[in-house]
């Protein structure tokens, strides 16, 4: 069948805007290292994807837990241990993959994290 390959675009497949949120490490008065988030005006349009088992499997041997992929046209605009925010879910990112080095396309492996918004 010719059209057994063809690609259906979903309605969750589009792409999404991202806000990008920086770490900002602090001491606090007591000497301890505090870690915050500062959302910036910074945003990438990507692919929200559930990571598939194979790749969740890779990272848990790892030791890095990856619940998704996001995957955005052109050179990372994101670091790991930074955070992107959609709407009110949170995603951690765990590792970004240049895909090549060339710019034409970054994927980020990352965890959603729903103790943050409090779920």
Known sequence: ???ARMMYLRQGNLFK???VERRNQTVSASGRPT???ITTMES???CLAE?????VMNW?????????????????????????RLDNRTFDIKAVDDCGGLGISTIYYVEERR???GY
């Open 1 to 3: 069948m010719k059209n």
């Open 17 to 19: 805007e991202f806000f």
């Open 35 to 37: 870690n915050e988030f």
């Open 44 to 46: 990438l349009k990507g």
């Open 51 to 55: 990571a598939d088992p194979k790749e």
């Open 60 to 84: 848990q041997q790892l030791q890095t837990p990856v619940t998704h992929t996001i995957v955005q046209a052109g050179n990372p605009k994101a670091k790991k241990n930074e955070r992107l």
């Open 115 to 117: 103790d943050i918004n």
